[in-house]
């Protein structure tokens, strides 16, 4: 069995240019990608208040709810019998 020297067959050539051409196809997307996509749109840097009315109205709820959780549980009646 004889090995075969690939410079003198030609298989390196075959892989020199198959790495360029895929070389050259990243590339080409690359350029493609960064000179087409000009639609970018601007998008608006959003703050939230903290001071909103759905926070005052849950904290009504939380006072409310421990108000009921310190009523007593029994009401003594106005006249001793």
Not at 33 to 55: A, G, P, R, W
Not at 62 to 71: F, S, V
């Amino acid at each position: 069995m004889k090995i075969e020297n690939p410079f003198e067959s030609g298989h390196i050539k075959n892989y020199i240019l198959l790495y360029v051409s895929v070389i050259v196809i990243v590339v080409l997307f690359f350029l493609a990608t960064t000179l087409f996509d000009n639609d970018q749109k601007q998008i608006e840097k959003k703050s939230f208040d903290v001071n909103t009315t759905l926070i005052k109205e849950q904290k009504k709820i939380e006072l409310e709810k421990q108000k009921e959780r310190t009523k007593p549980r029994f009401k003594l009646l106005n006249k001793a019998y």
